[in-house]
């Protein structure tokens, strides 16, 4: 069963350096212009500001890094009625209006099965992370918008009230894997840009369509060991990019496979698909239309248990009947058909559901037939061994 491809767009130009720093296995996440001048950070002094809140020296139940690290783990982060209200401006938004006190990231590969319950989804999401969402915002329109809709994975502005939740959003969401696809979460109004020295373009040798980033890294998972990969996008129906750990990684992973056909990343590639600068006139024809989009809303069930301090633990399986467990059902039923003795029935009359029910029978019938010889020759081994001894 295949997926389209959902990842179709230009890439904007521009190229950043960084550099390796020692100890955390990861090259270095600084960024650097062409000039070797370092870009600002626009997340500054949160992991001071965050830490200065949970410090509880008097009590002696954590003080100092520990309680950064534990408190940003498992909690988030405490809200008050007044955090929900943003005052900071930030100066890198060039909008007039009240979006420039919200602090948007950039969230592609989001998973939703239907479209109606996206702004839910997501804040469901964020809320298990310990995290308040305002407001989100995705292009509408084109045959992109189709396919996002069609297969219900999406590219999403998301936007929240300070830049310590946009900051630390980053930092957790990133690369998590939720309903089945790696997220990739980036700042909303700053570009990033694969670092070319442990980058590459990737495609497939042989014909065919890669539908998805899961691809790729389903792929490199068997290469042994197992290399680090910090990003990966697919910007076309057959070709996708891949950031790795280190330039080791990078090594290892294409000499591990076969499958695939590698480039060097070229020296303009960004990593976001958009920006909000890239959709403002949009978004302010959007918000002047609705304008109290960006409020805060009294009787938000998130933000009235946020500011409870109420946390909930994001589901593993967080939506039942899903494809993998009807076919999940599916192959359980085939097997007792074929250990009966039976033909197994399709239960649709549509071609195409029909033909991916048959194509996991004959799938399911290879693998019976696979286990029966395996058993059959560890019978006749152990049957040779009695026999001699």
């Not at 280190?246 to 695939?260: I, L, P, Q, V």
Request: glycine residues 4%; hydrophobic residues 30%; charged residues 35%.
């Amino acid at each position: 069963m295949t997926e389209p491809d959902f990842t179709q767009f230009e890439l904007p130009t521009g190229i950043v350096k960084r550099e390796r720093e020692e100890g955390d296995g990861y090259e270095s996440d600084s960024y650097y212009d062409e000039q070797g001048r370092k870009v600002p950070d626009t997340f500054q002094d949160y992991e001071n500001s965050f830490q200065s809140d949970y410090d509880h020296s008097e009590d002696g139940d954590c003080t100092g890094e520990y309680c950064f690290e534990e408190s940003r783990r498992r909690r988030g982060r405490n809200y008050t009625l007044d955090d929900m209200t943003p005052t900071v401006r930030d100066p890198l938004c060039s909008s007039d209006s009240d979006l420039a006190y919200l602090w948007p990231v950039y969230v592609s590969n989001f998973r939703c099965v239907e479209r109606v319950k996206l702004l839910k989804s997501i804040r469901t999401y964020f809320y298990s992370k310990g995290l308040h969402v305002r407001w989100h915002y995705r292009p509408e329109g084109g045959e992109f918008d189709d396919l996002q809709v069609t297969i219900g994975i999406y590219d999403i502005l998301v936007y929240f009230v300070s830049q310590y939740d946009a900051s630390l959003a980053v930092k957790r969401c990133h690369r998590d894997v939720y309903r089945g696809y790696t997220m990739n979460v980036f700042p909303g109004r700053v570009p990033l840009y694969f670092d070319q020295k442990r980058s590459v373009l990737v495609w497939k040798k042989n014909r065919g369509v890669a539908y998805s980033e899961q691809f790729f890294e389903r792929n490199l998972a068997k290469v042994e060991p197992k290399p680090k990969i910090s990003c990966t996008v697919k910007f076309d129906i057959v070709r996708g990019a891949i950031e790795f750990a280190t330039r080791e990684d990078m090594s290892r992973a294409m000499a591990g496979t076969k499958r695939f056909k590698w480039t060097p990343a070229p020296d303009t590639f960004q990593k976001q698909r958009f920006l909000e600068k890239d959709l403002l006139p949009e978004i302010e024809r959007h918000l002047a239309s609705n304008p109290n989009a960006l409020r805060l809303d009294l009787n938000d069930k998130f933000a009235q248990k946020l500011c409870k301090d109420i946390r909930r633990p994001r589901e593993h399986r967080p939506f039942r009947n899903s494809k993998w467990e009807r076919f999940g059902k599916q192959k359980q039923y085939i097997l007792q058909m074929l250990q009966q003795g039976r033909k197994p029935v399709c239960p649709y009359s549509d071609a195409r559901r029909k033909d991916v029910f048959y194509s996991m029978v004959r799938k399911v019938k290879k693998r019976v037939a696979k286990a029966q010889a395996k058993a059959a020759k560890k019978e006749q081994r152990s049957q040779r061994y009695t026999a001699t001894s």
